[in-house]
Structures are given as structure tokens and as C-alpha cells.
């Protein structure tokens, strides 16, 4: 990039010492100024925005003044004079021989120490950090013989960048000692206790490589990191991964310019994503893209900020470019960043329907339609309000390379929407780097037999190469494409793998290179083995165009093969593959089991109720034993002695059922026991009742649904097969003048046989939970505890989505001392959806002592998991010995560690154990 950031934060740090003396405040050195950091990204709203060195100078609540302007951001970066700091060098009144400074001038921190305190006063989650120099610097930062500065075979300096009037010119981080000064000038920084951490300039390429494959560039990130402990460490890769330096950073600075082709995106996004997994936390990923034409290209703001929000939790800018010749990173404030969304509910996804990226915020929907979709429509379940334009309806348009906010007009949806498909597309121009692999695609050559990997050739324009044969491909983001430069009797391939099952569009514009040389190139489409395409003659510069449709299982591959028609003159070829590949099912799961839940969909009325703490919602609720009778355990009419009385439960839809069952209340109400077939009333129960569906036009009584003279607890029926979408009990005859029923349950399979009463959990009978994915890795549990000691024998976890299939890991921390006391388990999850149990080694658990259960998603690259939301915003109990506190569910980021964070919308992940008590 080109540095020029210091002309500006030289400019700013005069300014500040020159006014600090009259701000209010004192030295704060050591001390960290207002809340923990991780606390300070924990706490913002989004949209997020982050301010890179300069200014919002213009826009709704821009007013000129530093301290609020900078604070209306959420992450803030500059130099240390920038923040009014000056080292202690020996020019400590200005820039000169900064790059010597070794810490600060008492006088500076003070003045820092006020910026700072009237920063936070603003905006208490505005996250800070300061640039260490190690790439560049002008020519007064070190003495000019010093040993600091690269330098040429003649002695001379080597000028990283000219222009404006000066030249900056590149330090040798190649010398150790330099890295070490670097780290503790780092060091010396976070130790003021004024910024949340640092700022690494210059980790793209440059003209001496890629900063990630340099191992003393490495070095140097893992220097900082040793000497700033757990402090943010952030640094600049433009649309770049960092995997190498990805253990000691916070995050990427992604400062992307202008972006023009649908792979350049895809390759940010990819980026983005890979950052929000592999760096440490907390995240703070940032991501600018540049105007194309001013300030007003809305859409290009629009598409930063909605990519943002859908691909991660980091923050945004829409910023100046870098060659206008004020100074860099300027920027608007737009209304458009006023938006108030809260935070994040679930995880951003593609739809499958019309390729938009989509994700859920407290308050609003954020829509991203990355360049190359085209314009896509999107219809909503309920009314939503756009942020750009204020129009309030269902069915909005959404362009190309742009996006939009969608706030909720009343209550959020529930359930929220979700992914019905995963999709995802992957372009081989935006595949290009030295790993194959990567996007799924593959360089290869062929002699019609083997298939065989190029070799990456770094020193000669970051290509793959075949030298034997003359074959050399070019990974590119241009409008054009990547260029084959085609070899003899050896063919040039493009080998996209599908990493799993589904159905794929394979895409590709292609065309000659050169328009008026040579007699064209021949261009086959295969799946395997198996032509899909051609043989094709591209012999001219309108480009063809290529749409198939196929199906794939994981493994297979789809290969663009090229090489000459008769001879090599002129016949380089421009080809842009794609393959989009849409896994999964396209509708939800059936409703399956005990379909009269509440938690399925089912909402029940009755003739009467003898008040709330009677309540006909008290008996879909998945308690069969009627625990917290008189408060919400069961439903009892509310005319003694008056008769018939009903109780009817509605599905929400139509459901294939083949049991009921019909639970009344015990004569130990106070203190019930599981129930049985077997088990008898003599004072509360129901005695005469009958057992009806809907056939569509009318009540129909079940086969033997007509009962007198019971005396049972559970009375089950059996029956073939009906479709309906309501049942009901009609009650003719009680004792003790009340009908009163603990649970109505209607089963599309047999129910599971009743309980020995040995055993135990904490949701047994809670199903239909929604599939969510995530980004990332995440630990997800539950915090409970048991009254009395026993042991855990088994693990449970409901399967959402059949994605999750395969191995996650299981752990039981002590909460007390975050104790690992269980695990880690192995637990393979099948594809079936619905509850999954998982044998363990006993293991002993104390009486009322807290633990946590969390089990991890899974290698499904879209990280499904189960999650039923406002479940667990008060405490619970199973009605035995288990029970959880209010807001039990919680979730962490951090393979292998006890989450802690409170479940979003207090959400239960259905984690679960099978208990015996001692």
C-alpha cells in the first residue's frame, strides 16, 4: 500500500498538544482506561464502524469536533502521535529519530491520558489502538546512517514509496535486534494502559514477498505477541490470509481499495470469513473498501457495511483512496451507519433461492448481494423497513454489489429464518495462491491418463507451472479471467472437487487471448470421466459462455481441460470457471414424534380453565407427571360438576398420527411420580372421556377412544394412521367435580417405552428446535445441577440438521473452579434429526453443585447446530433432581474451553445428560 498516513498523524498530534492543556484529567500511566476490552467488543451495536488513522468529515452527527467524531466510531487505530504521545527519543518535541524511542514522555502521556478519558466519556465500547512502524518511515525516523534501514548493494537506502513531495523508505526487519526494538516499542505502548493494543501496518506484499511466507516477519508478529501479553494485535493484510501469523493476531485490517470482478469479492469474503475462525479473540476484523467514483457511491457503502455484518462480527469503512492527495482514510459518516440493529442472533448464511447473504440481527435482517449476482428479489414473512430508502413492505429488490438493512416492523420472527440449503460458489480466479486446494480447485496437467499437480512458481509472476511442457496458468482477478498458456502433447486442467454432495451449476466465460494469432483452443468439460461439454474450438475474443447443471457426491470433480487445436502459435486462452454447489434439503424437516408440544408448534384452548394457574397450556408443555400442580402443571376446567368438558390441541398443520395418550393428575399431586400404564387414581383423575380428531368436516372418536370407568393415570391408543390437524379430549365424568389433565400427547411414531425410573434428563420430551450455522467453531451447553448426587451415564444432543452429521467433541466442567471433570468424549452423530444419545464412562457428579455440559459443532463447514430460542430466560427444573438457572445456555468461541457467554436470545442448544441418582 502506499504509506502516507504519517503526513496527516504528524499534522494531528501538533494539533493535540497544542489544545490538551486545557482538557481535564491526569496521568493514567499503567492503568487500563475504562471497560475490559473484550467487554468493549462484547457490548457494541452494530453496524460497527471503525475509523483507519483520519476523520469522518462530513454526515448526520459530524461536527467537527475530534473527540465526538472519533468516538461515534467503534474502533479506533492511529499513530502514537496520533493519540498525543512522544517518545523519548532525542528529539521528543517531534517526529525525528521516533523510530529510536524506547517510551514516552510523561508530559505526552498525560495529554494522551485526556484524549483518551474524553474518548471513552463519548463512547464507553470505542476499542483503541496505535501503529507501531516496522515496514517504513521517513528519513529523519532513524538516523541516516543507522543500521535500521534496508539498503542497496551501494549503501543507499531503498525507497518504499514516492510521491507528494517526499519518500518514505523501507526498515530491515530482517535484523533481529530491529524486531526486538519493534516488539518492545510495542510493548512500551500497551504498558501506558491507554490503548487496547496495536496495530501492524504492511502484512500484504511487497516487492521482497509475501510478508506471511517471511519467517522474520512471522518472527517479528510473534515478538509483539510475547511482549503485549493478551492484548489486540491487528494488522494489515489487504484481501489476504494470514495463516502463519493468524496464532498471535486478534485480526486483519483488510484494506481493500477498489474491488471490480466477482472473484476479487469472493475473495475478500473468503478472507473475512476465515479471519472471523482463525484468529484469536477477541475478533476485531476490519474491513475497508475505497470509492469508485466519490464519496455518493452509496452502493459501494452499502455492500462494505452489509458484507461485513453477514460475514463475521467486525467492524466497517467506506473510506477515500489513497492516491487523492489529501490525506488517506477520510471518510463521510452515513445515515445508513445509524441503523439500530443490536446485536447478532444467529449466523449469516447464502440462500440457496437467490444467492443472497443473509443474517439476523435483535432488531433487523442485513441482505448482501455480492457483485456478479445480479439483481435479486427478496420476499419476507413479515413487514420489514429498509434503511436506505425508509419504504416499509415484504418484497424488496436488492442490486448488484450492494446491500441493505431490514429492520422488523414489531415483534422479530419466530422461528428466525434459517438456511434451508447451504450454497456456496467457488471461483478458480479466486483460488489463485500457492496451495492447491484452495476454493476446492486444483492446477493440474494431463497426457489423457494421470492427472498431476503444477508446481507454484513464486520468482517468476506467482504462477503454476509445468516447465517441461511450456504450460503455465495464471490465477487473476481482472474482468478477463485467469490466462492458460498452453503447452504440446500435455493438456492444461482445471480441477474443481466437490467437497460434499449435492447439486452443482458450473459456469465459465472463455475466449482466445489474442484475437488474429493462431487457430484456437480446444476446451473439453468433464465430470470424472464423463464429457459434459465439448470438445469446443474458442478461436476468437467474444467470449462463450458455459451454464451446466449436475449433480455430484463428495469427491467427485469437475474438470475444464484446454490445450491446442493444431499448433501453439498465439493460442493462449482466457477462462473464467466457477462451480456453485448447493448441499442440503430445500424444505424443513418434517415434524416428527410428540407433535401436540408447544415447542412444536402446537397451541391447545379448552371449554373452560379454573384460572391462569390452571391454564390449558399447562398440559402441552412436555411434563406428563403434572409437577407444579395449580401453577401451570396441568389444565382443570373451571365448572365444578358440570360436564362435558373439553380440551383440544391444534397443530399448526396437517400431521400423521398414530398414538395418543392422555395423562391426568395423580393422587400425590404435591409430589408425582413418573407416570406408568399400571399406575391408578382414587381421588382427581378422570373417569369418562372420549378421544377425538378432526376428519376434516367433523369430530371422529379413535378406535376404542371411548372410556368409562377409568381409573388409570395414562391411558395410551393406538391406532392406524390418520392425518389431521387437531385432537381433542371431550370429558364426561371426573372425581372430585373438576376435569383435570397433566398432558395430551399425539405421536406420528410409538412413543418410547415409560421410564424404570432409574434414570433421568433434563429435556427428555423437548423437541423441534430450529437449525442454525455459524461461521465458526463454537462450544455450545448448558449450566444445570442435581439436587442430590449421582452419576452421568450417557450424553444427549438433539441433531438438527442432517450437516451435523459426524464427530464432535463432549466436555462437564465443575463451574466452581472450571474444573474439567468429564471428557473430552468422542460423539459421532448420525443424520438422523431428533434426539441422539451417546454412551460415557459413569461419572460422578456432586449434589448441588453447578456444572456446565457443552458440546462442539461439528467439521460441517457450516457449523450446524440446534437452537431453541427464549427457552431458557428463567430457571427450570425437569421435575426430579435436575434443574438450570434463568439464562442457562451458554456458548463459547474457543475450542476445548468452558463457554461461558450467555446463549443469544437465550437460546437452548438441547445438550443433555441421562442421570442416576445414588
Known amino acids: 500500500m502506499k504509506d502516507t498516513h504519517w503526513i496527516s498523524k504528524f499534522t494531528i498530534a501538533v494539533l493535540i498538544v497544542g489544545f490538551v492543556g486545557g482538557w481535564l484529567g491526569s496521568p493514567g500511566a499503567y492503568a487500563e482506561h475504562g471497560k475490559p476490552t473484550a467487554q468493549k467488543v462484547a457490548d457494541r451495536d452494530f453496524p460497527s464502524i471503525f475509523q483507519a488513522w483520519n476523520k469522518a468529515e462530513a454526515g448526520p452527527g459530524v461536527t467537527g469536533n475530534e473527540v465526538h467524531d472519533t468516538a461515534m466510531h467503534d474502533l479506533y487505530f492511529t499513530s502514537t502521535q496520533g493519540l498525543g504521545l512522544q517518545w523519548n527519543d532525542a528529539s521528543p518535541t517531534n517526529s525525528d529519530g521516533d523510530g529510536l524511542g524506547t517510551g514516552f514522555t510523561s508530559t505526552s502521556i498525560a495529554a494522551a491520558t485526556a484524549k483518551v478519558q474524553a474518548l471513552h466519556s463519548e463512547n464507553p465500547n470505542l476499542v483503541i489502538l496505535t501503529e507501531i512502524r516496522y515496514w517504513a518511515a521517513w528519513e529523519t525516523y532513524l538516523p541516516a546512517d543507522h543500521a535500521w534501514w534496508k539498503r542497496k548493494s551501494d549503501g543507499s537506502k531503498i525507497p518504499a514509496w514516492q510521491g507528494e513531495g517526499m519518500t518514505i523508505y523501507y526498515m530491515d526487519w530482517d535484523n533481529a535486534a530491529f524486531r526486538e526494538h519493534v516488539a518492545n516499542q510495542a510493548k512500551a505502548a500497551v504498558d501506558t494502559g491507554l490503548v487496547d493494543g496495536i496495530m501492524i501496518d504492511c502484512m500484504a506484499i511487497d516487492e521482497f514477498g509475501d510478508a506471511d511466507a517471511d519467517p522474520n516477519r512471522v518472527d517479528l508478529i510473534a515478538r509483539i505477541r510475547s511482549k503485549i501479553g493478551d492484548k489486540l494485535l491487528l494488522i494489515n493484510s489487504n484481501q489476504l490470509k494470514r495463516p502463519n501469523m493468524a496464532p498471535y493476531i486478534n485480526g486483519l485490517y483488510m484494506e481493500v481499495w477498489q474491488s471490480s470482478t466477482p472473484e476479487h469479492m469472493q475473495l475478500v469474503s473468503d478472507t473475512l470469513k476465515w479471519a472471523e475462525e482463525k484468529t484469536r479473540s477477541p475478533k476485531i ?108 413492505g415484504t418484497t424488496f429488490q436488492v442490486n448488484d454489489n450492494d446491500g441493505d438493512i431490514f429492520l422488523y416492523v414489531g415483534a422479530p420472527p419466530n422461528p428466525l429464518p434459517g438456511p434451508a440449503a447451504a450454497m456456496q460458489t467457488d471461483y478458480y480466479a479466486a483460488s489463485a495462491s500457492s496451495t492447491q486446494g484452495n476454493h476446492n480447485w486444483y492446477t493440474q496437467y494431463t497426457d489423457g491418463s494421470a492427472y498431476t499437480n503444477m508446481s507454484w512458481d513464486n520468482a517468476n509472476n506467482n504462477l503454476f507451472r509445468f516447465s517441461g511442457q511450456g504450460i503455465s496458468v495464471f490465477g487473476e482477478f481482472g474482468n478477463n479471467g485467469g490466462r492458460i498458456d498452453l503447452g504440446g502433447s500435455y493438456d492444461a486442467v482445471l480441477k474443481w472437487v466437490a467437497p460434499a454432495a449435492g447439486d452443482i451449476k458450473i459456469g465459465a466465460l472463455m475466449r482466445k487471448e489474442f484475437g488474429t494469432d493462431g487457430d484456437g483452443v480446444i476446451v473439453t468439460v468433464k465430470k470424472n470421466n464423463t464429457v459434459l461439454w465439448g470438445p469446443t474450438l474458442i478461436n476468437g475474443m467474444t467470449p462463450t459462455q458455459l451454464n451446466l447443471n449436475q449433480t455430484v457426491a463428495a469427491g467427485d470433480s469437475i474438470l475444464f481441460i484446454a490445450n491446442k487445436n493444431n499448433n501453439l502459435t498465439g493460442d493462449q486462452l482466457r477462462l473464467r470457471p466457477f462451480v456453485k454447489l448447493y448441499t442440503g434439503t430445500t424444505t424443513p424437516p418434517p415434524v416428527t414424534g410428540n407433535v401436540a408440544l408447544a415447542s412444536k408448534g402446537a397451541t391447545v ?314
Open 605 to 918: 384452548t379448552a371449554s373452560t380453565d379454573n384460572g391462569v394457574n390452571f391454564a390449558a397450556s399447562g398440559a402441552i408443555n412436555g411434563d406428563r407427571k403434572g409437577v407444579n400442580w395449580g401453577n401451570g402443571g396441568g389444565w382443570s376446567d373451571g365448572t365444578s360438576g358440570a360436564y362435558p368438558d373439553w380440551l383440544q390441541v391444534n397443530f399448526g398443520g396437517n400431521r400423521t398420527i398414530e398414538e395418543i395418550d392422555v395423562f391426568t393428575v395423580q393422587d400425590n399431586y404435591a409430589a408425582p411420580s413418573e407416570p406408568t400404564p399400571t399406575m391408578t387414581f382414587s381421588q382427581y383423575g378422570i373417569t369418562a372421556f372420549d378421544v377425538q380428531y378432526w376428519n376434516g368436516s367433523a369430530w371422529a372418536t379413535i378406535p376404542g377412544g371411548s372410556v368409562t370407568g377409568n381409573d388409570k393415570v395414562w391411558r395410551k391408543f393406538s391406532f392406524a394412521p390418520v392425518t389431521t390437524d387437531k385432537i381433542r379430549v371431550v370429558v364426561n365424568n371426573a372425581l372430585n367435580g373438576y376435569s383435570r389433565i397433566t398432558e395430551l400427547e399425539a405421536w406420528t411414531e410409538p412413543s418410547p417405552p415409560p421410564s424404570s425410573g432409574s434414570s433421568e434428563s433434563m429435556f427428555a420430551s423437548v423437541t423441534g428446535p430450529q437449525s442454525q450455522g455459524d461461521w465458526t467453531d463454537k462450544e455450545l451447553g448448558i449450566v444445570f445441577s442435581s439436587s442430590v448426587a449421582g452419576k452421568v451415564t450417557e450424553l444427549k444432543a438433539y441433531v438438527a440438521s442432517a450437516a451435523e452429521a459426524g464427530a464432535h467433541t463432549a466436555r462437564i466442567w465443575k463451574n466452581s473452579d472450571g474444573s474439567l471433570v468429564g471428557g473430552p468424549y468422542t460423539l459421532n452423530f448420525s443424520s438422523t434429526i431428533g434426539w441422539q444419545t451417546f454412551d460415557i464412562p459413569d461419572l460422578n457428579l456432586l449434589a448441588n453443585t453447578a456444572y456446565t455440559l457443552s458440546i462442539s459443532t461439528g467439521s460441517d463447514s457450516g457449523r450446524y447446530y440446534a437452537m431453541k430460542t427464549n427457552s431458557m430466560s428463567s430457571a427450570g427444573n425437569n421435575g426430579s433432581h435436575l434443574s438450570w438457572q434463568a439464562h442457562a445456555g451458554v456458548y463459547g468461541t474457543t475450542l476445548g474451553n468452558r463457554p461461558t457467554t450467555q446463549a443469544l436470545y437465550d437460546a437452548n442448544y438441547m445438550r443433555d445428560i441421562v442421570f442416576v441418582a445414588n
Open 285 to 392: 476484523n476490519a474491513l475497508e473498501l475505497w470509492y469508485d467514483s466519490n464519496r455518493n457511491d452509496l452502493y459501494k457503502m452499502r455492500a462494505v457495511t452489509t458484507l461485513s455484518l453477514t460475514h463475521g462480527n467486525g467492524y466497517a469503512l467506506f473510506a477515500d483512496h489513497n492516491e487523492n492527495p489529501n490525506p488517506d482514510h477520510l471518510h463521510n459518516w452515513y445515515d445508513f451507519w445509524n441503523a439500530d440493529l443490536g446485536k447478532p442472533v444467529a449466523a449469516g448464511y447464502q440462500r440457496a433461492d437467490n444467492e443472497l447473504f443473509q443474517r439476523e440481527f435483535d432488531k433487523g435482517t442485513v441482505i448482501y448481494n455480492q457483485k456478479g449476482n445480479g439483481t435479486q428479489t427478496i420476499t419476507f414473512g413479515q413487514q420489514r423497513t429498509r434503511v436506505s430508502t425508509g419504504t416499509t
